[in-house]
């Protein structure tokens, strides 16, 4: 059974660092595009970043040269924000994604940066 946890949220001041990993498990092993979006109350669910299998990364204009995401294993992705700021202050969750159609999204981490 496939599996996308998200770990590492919690509560921080402004500009402060959180480190959030994104682990699969079962089938999701095998989807190597990860991407991590955020959301909050009332609002859509934006787009923060994404690693693929070659290793090509983007972000988000409002996270470039704060957020920085990598893949530490073969299971496990994780984001690194530094200098953060209120307004990242959501839920965040990771997608695995299989075949550019195969979803697989975790249940989302709270953060909260506080001024």
């Known amino acids: 059974q496939a599996q996308v946890v998200e770990s590492g949220g919690g509560s921080v001041q402004a500009g402060g660092s959180l480190r959030l990993s994104c682990t699969a498990s079962g089938d999701a092993v095998h989807c190597y595009d990860v991407s991590w979006y955020r959301q909050v109350p009332g609002k859509e669910r934006e787009f923060v970043s994404s690693?693929?299998?070659?290793?090509?990364t983007t972000y988000a204009d409002s996270v470039k040269g704060r957020f920085t995401i990598s893949q530490d294993n073969a299971k496990t992705v994780s984001l690194e924000m530094d200098s953060l700021k209120p307004e990242d202050t959501a839920v965040y969750y990771c997608?695995?994604?299989?075949?550019?159609?195969?979803?697989?999204w975790g249940q989302g981490t709270q953060v909260t940066v506080s001024s």
């Open positions: 997608r695995r994604q299989c075949d550019g159609w195969l979803n697989y």
């Open positions: 690693i693929d299998s070659a290793g090509s």
